[in-house]
């Protein structure tokens, strides 16, 4: 029997529970291990428990109650079917009731945006001429692009925002979980702020183009937008969609700046641990987390997982964290860490105007 006991790491990797997600449960008496080593405090499961955390696992992605669950299971220990088919039967007349009522709240919220103002049409219709620096346009989209988003239900993340104010050009990409900003000046406007969304494939092609010093223009004229580089030109039209205020998003909470050696840093976070996320579809991106935490003495470092426990770690998807390494472009960046619950900048030493923010994943504890 003994050997044939899982310990807690199996029995995360083979439920689909994590660890410490297993511990709580363990504290909450809803899934309590048949074994304790008194002297490790070490988590043992019998066989028969394997079934019962599967259950678990999918009742919490239904998003059932806890005292509910507790219910479930005991049922399901003690072969109370009915028991298990009712509480499964309330619970999902809740998720419907829910539902429905979620669905008159967005008619309300849509019929309010129906009837407001749309501030950005203003900024779509004005026709502006700019001179920009080829390498500052190609350093600004590489520090970018990472960013842009691709999921087929919002469609106005499938580009880069670029937005003229003040003899200045701001480039903004977004998929709700990474935002990125890159600064390039021009010359040639000082109008009105002008923006417009450059699809991806019109941004990668613009992109091409910016291969060497030759003077560069920007041309906006309404829906259509030209980028002349020498006598080589990427032309196209940017869909009629409003990009998020992406000011309103970068107003953070001051947090802890700490100066980092990228190369290294980097190699830390590609060889370092990781905790498989626990997120599924639309509520977050999947993938390895890396876990962040300060040090005493001043830097940042990529923690085991069982340090999750400490109340200063920032969990992040790893792929992410490296693509924004990687756009950072440079030996030394900035890493701002607030909350755990406030996004991670990631800052040039030489431009304040170019950052890039990962969204936390929220452990379970």
């Given amino acids: 029997m003994e050997n044939e006991m899982r310990s807690i790491g199996e029995m995360a990797r083979d439920s689909g529970l994590g660890v410490s997600t297993l511990r709580f449960y363990d504290r909450a008496g809803v899934l309590v291990p048949a074994r304790v080593d008194p002297d490790s405090g070490y988590r043992w499961y019998a066989p028969e428990q394997l079934a019962e955390s599967v259950l678990l696992a999918g009742l919490r992605r239904t998003g059932m109650p806890l005292a ?78 990472f960013a842009a988003g691709t999921d087929p239900d919002l469609p106005m993340l499938h580009g880069v925002l670029f937005d003229f104010e003040g003899g200045e050009l701001r480039l903004v990409a977004t998929d709700r979980y990474r935002l990125a900003v890159a600064h390039a000046g021009t010359t040639g406007h000082e109008g009105p702020r002008v923006q417009v969304v450059v699809p991806s494939p019109l941004a990668d092609a613009m992109r091409a183009l910016l291969i060497d010093d030759a003077a560069t223009h920007l041309t906006v004229d309404g829906d259509r937008v030209i980028l002349e580089a020498g006598d080589r030109q990427a032309a196209g039209r940017c869909p009629d969609h409003d990009f998020p205020d992406y000011r309103r998003l970068v107003r953070l909470p001051a947090g802890r700046r700490v100066l980092v050696d990228a190369p290294a840093f980097r190699q830390a976070v590609e060889t370092g641990p990781t905790r498989p996320s626990t997120v599924r579809g639309q509520d977050g991106p999947c993938g390895d987390l890396s876990l962040l935490g300060p040090t005493d003495d001043g830097t940042v470092t990529v923690l085991d997982d069982g340090d999750d426990h400490r109340d200063d770690v920032i969990a992040v998807n790893r792929e992410f964290l490296l693509h924004a390494l990687a756009a950072g472009a440079r030996d030394r960046l900035v890493l701002e860490l607030g909350a755990p619950t406030a996004p991670l900048a990631i800052r040039r030493t030489d431009s304040e105007d170019t950052f890039s923010l990962l969204m936390p994943v929220r452990l379970e504890n």
């Avoid at 019929?111 to 920009?132: G, I, W």
Wanted: a positive charge; proline letters at 3%; aromatic letters at 2%.
């Fill in 68 to 145: 509910d669950i507790r219910l479930v299971l005991a049922g399901w220990s003690a072969a109370d079917s009915d028991l298990v088919r009712q509480l499964l039967r309330a619970h999902l007349l809740r998720l419907e009731r829910g539902l429905s009522d979620a669905r008159g709240e967005f008619s309300t919220i849509r019929a309010l945006l129906d009837h407001r103002e749309n501030p950005m049409a203003a900024l779509r219709t004005t026709t502006l001429r700019s001179t920009v620096s080829a390498p500052e346009l190609a350093t600004a989209l590489d520090a970018v692009r």
